[in-house]
């Protein structure tokens, strides 16, 4: 794979803004970080910092730091195409361009964000059926880890990004699907199995899921720290959301669970007035809805096109500048929630286990 390039311009915003540029400087000259390099953009050469490289400026410069505990997110609602998947992919990728050690679990038949995350990347040029039927068979994922065929991190793949893990999602969900309803603590396999013993070894954990209530959908509500919701500012969404909070009320009271839900206003239009009036509208009426909202647009879409987080796709740009505000506002409910549930937390710096995931020992 081709190794990616940013200049100091882009990378500064990247993490904020312009302003960062002399520290990333400062950060080259002492050596802190790797001098940048000489690559060929198109006819010209030009000079920019590697991936590995923006991970460590990340992590000193940037605004989504590591929190004071290992922690779980579940990106869900009962609503299709509402960008749960693409919240999912620029939490992970961005926490990773952080210097997080993430690990994305994909809860979603479809596998949108095992695509995004680039797994099946030239499955589709291969000449060869039998290469790809024989990498598609190699391919091990939840299902097997509940049948104690694979231990779990025999599922953990690399990505891309250096910081960035995956469980990717295979067909046999749907049978997963199935079998946790015929368990006892059928909510609780997930948790126990799978998220609490990756906490150990990841700082955080992304569960995507699908847009359905299901065994899958349950068992990610169980295990998650925070609920990260998308509201779409479209009329349509509107009734489901009423529904879908209630469920959501009754399920947390019923399990006795006290995650906190945080809720990000998606696909506004700047130019129509209803989905201003419904974005002011969540706003003040939807408890936990932050104050920055992702708009509908093509550099969005692009960027999930292109597998990449906004901030990597378009520096600078209004969706890279507003998804900033989004996973920054949503990185302070997360610590605000971690401080009010576990106060000692705020206090401590917990050390993870810092081996290659795929290769430690898990037990
Ligand atoms: N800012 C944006 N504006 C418009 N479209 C976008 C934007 N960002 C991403 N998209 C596109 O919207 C589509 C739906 O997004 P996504 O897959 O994230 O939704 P989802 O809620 O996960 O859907 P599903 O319920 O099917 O899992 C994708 O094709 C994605 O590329
Ligand atoms: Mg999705």
């Given at each position: 794979?081709?190794?990616?390039?940013?200049?100091?311009?882009?990378?500064?915003?990247?993490?904020?803004?312009?302003?960062?540029?002399?520290?990333?400087?400062?950060?080259?000259?002492?050596?802190?970080?790797?001098?940048?390099?000489?690559?060929?953009?198109?006819?010209?050469?030009?000079?920019?910092?590697?991936?590995?490289?923006?991970?460590?400026?990340?992590?000193?410069?940037?605004?989504?730091?590591?929190?004071?505990?290992?922690?779980?997110?579940?990106?869900?609602?009962?609503?299709?195409?509402?960008?749960?998947?693409?919240?999912?992919?620029?939490?992970?990728?961005?926490?990773?361009?952080?210097?997080?050690?993430?690990?994305?679990?994909?809860?979603?038949?479809?596998?949108?964000?095992?695509?995004?995350?680039?797994?099946?990347?030239?499955?589709?040029?291969?000449?060869?059926?039998?290469?790809?039927?024989?990498?598609?068979?190699?391919?091990?994922?939840?299902?097997?880890?509940?049948?104690?065929?694979?231990?779990?991190?025999?599922?953990?793949?690399?990505?891309?990004?250096?910081?960035?893990?995956?469980?990717?999602?295979?067909?046999?969900?749907?049978?997963?699907?199935?079998?946790?309803?015929?368990?006892?603590?059928?909510?609780?396999?997930?948790?126990?199995?799978?998220?609490?013993?990756?906490?150990?070894?990841?700082?955080?954990?992304?569960?995507?899921?699908?847009?359905?209530?299901?065994?899958?959908?349950?068992?990610?509500?169980?295990?998650?720290?925070?609920?990260?919701?998308?509201?779409?500012?479209?009329?349509?969404?509107?009734?489901?959301?009423?529904?879908?909070?209630?469920?959501?009320?009754?399920?947390?009271?019923?399990?006795?669970?006290?995650?906190?839900?945080?809720?990000?206003?998606?696909?506004?239009?700047l130019?129509?007035?209803?989905?201003?009036?419904?974005?002011?509208?969540?706003?003040?009426?939807?408890?936990?809805?932050?104050?920055?909202?992702?708009r509908?647009g093509?550099s969005g879409?692009?960027?999930?096109?292109?597998?990449?987080?906004f901030?990597?796709?378009c520096?600078g740009k209004p969706a890279s500048n507003e998804i900033?505000?989004?996973?920054?506002?949503?990185?302070?409910?997360?610590?605000?929630?971690?401080?009010?549930?576990?106060?000692?937390?705020?206090?401590?710096?917990?050390?993870?286990?810092?081996?290659?995931?795929?290769?430690?020992?898990?037990?």
């Amino acid at each position: 794979m081709n190794e990616t390039y940013y200049s100091l311009k882009k990378v500064a915003a990247m993490f904020g803004g312009q302003h960062l540029k002399e520290d990333i400087t400062r950060l080259e000259q002492s050596g802190e970080i790797g001098a940048q390099v000489k690559f060929r953009s198109g006819a010209l050469y030009r000079k920019g910092f590697s991936s590995n490289d923006i991970s460590k400026i990340g992590e000193k410069l940037g605004f989504f730091k590591t929190f004071n505990s290992p922690t779980s997110l579940c990106v869900f609602t009962t609503k299709g195409g509402v960008l749960k998947s693409t919240l999912a992919l620029n939490l992970a990728r961005t926490a990773a361009l952080h210097g997080l050690k993430t690990c994305v679990v994909g809860l979603d038949i479809q596998g949108d964000v095992t695509t995004a995350l680039g797994f099946d990347d030239g499955l589709e040029d291969s000449a060869d059926l039998n290469y790809i039927l024989e990498k598609l068979n190699r391919t091990k994922g939840l299902s097997d880890i509940f049948n104690n065929s694979i231990r779990l991190n025999e599922a953990i793949v690399p990505t891309d990004l250096e910081n960035l893990f995956l469980i990717p999602e295979t067909p046999e969900l749907v049978a997963l699907n199935d079998s946790l309803s015929n368990i006892n603590r059928r909510e609780f396999w997930l948790k126990e199995k799978v998220i609490d013993p990756l906490k150990q070894h990841f700082d955080l954990v992304i569960m995507d899921c699908s847009p359905n209530w299901n065994k899958l959908t349950t068992n990610a509500l169980v295990a998650c720290d925070a609920l990260i919701s998308p509201l779409e500012c479209k009329i349509n969404n509107f009734r489901n959301f009423k529904v879908f909070s209630k469920f959501l009320e009754e399920f947390k009271q019923e399990m006795r669970l006290d995650f906190e839900s945080i809720f990000v206003p998606t696909r506004y239009s700047l130019n129509r007035k209803l989905s201003q009036d419904i974005l002011s509208w969540y706003r003040e009426n939807v408890d936990g809805c932050i104050d920055g909202a992702i708009r509908e647009g093509v550099s969005g879409e692009e960027a999930t096109a292109l597998n990449k987080s906004f901030i990597e796709h378009c520096p600078g740009k209004p969706a890279s500048n507003e998804i900033i505000e989004v996973l920054s506002e949503v990185h302070r409910r997360i610590e605000e929630s971690i401080s009010r549930r576990t106060p000692e937390a705020a206090s401590w710096q917990y050390s993870r286990n810092q081996a290659n995931p795929q290769e430690s020992s898990w037990r």
